[in-house]
């Protein structure tokens, strides 16, 4: 039980330190106000398509950051979430 609470613990304060820190969540801000800009601006034909490119770019910005920020919650849980062959003694032999 106690166990179970202090890896519940440990995945909640990661969770929230990528709220905090993720990489992905400010650019995702940007993307919806190039979107925004895009659904109610008055664009000219060229201001249209460099914001629509600018939205492209944006996106995959999201999704390199988000593989970025995945992968490091991931490496950071793998390191405090201990595996079931560390190596322990199950108690059977």
Same mark, same amino acid.
């Given at each position: ?20 820190? %993720? /990489? /992905?969540?400010?650019? *995702?801000? &940007? %993307?919806?106000? !190039?979107?925004?800009?895009i $659904?109610?601006?008055? !664009?000219?034909? $060229?201001? !249209?398509?460099?914001? +629509? +490119? &600018?939205?492209? $770019? %944006?996106?995959?910005?999201v999704?390199? =950051? &988000? +593989? *970025?920020?995945s =992968? ?5 849980? *793998? ?5 079931? /062959? $560390? ?5 059977? +032999?």
């Amino acid at each position: 039980m106690e166990f179970e609470f202090r890896k519940n613990t440990i995945l909640a304060v990661l969770a929230g330190g990528c709220l905090w820190g %993720c /990489s /992905s969540a400010p650019i *995702k801000m &940007e %993307c919806q106000e !190039l979107q925004a800009r895009i $659904d109610y601006g008055d !664009l000219s034909g $060229d201001q !249209l398509r460099f914001a +629509q +490119q &600018e939205l492209d $770019d %944006c996106r995959g910005r999201v999704k390199s =950051a &988000e +593989q *970025k920020d995945s =992968a490091f919650i991931e490496g950071t849980e *793998k390191r405090f979430t201990p595996s079931d /062959s $560390d190596g322990t003694p199950t108690g059977s +032999q």
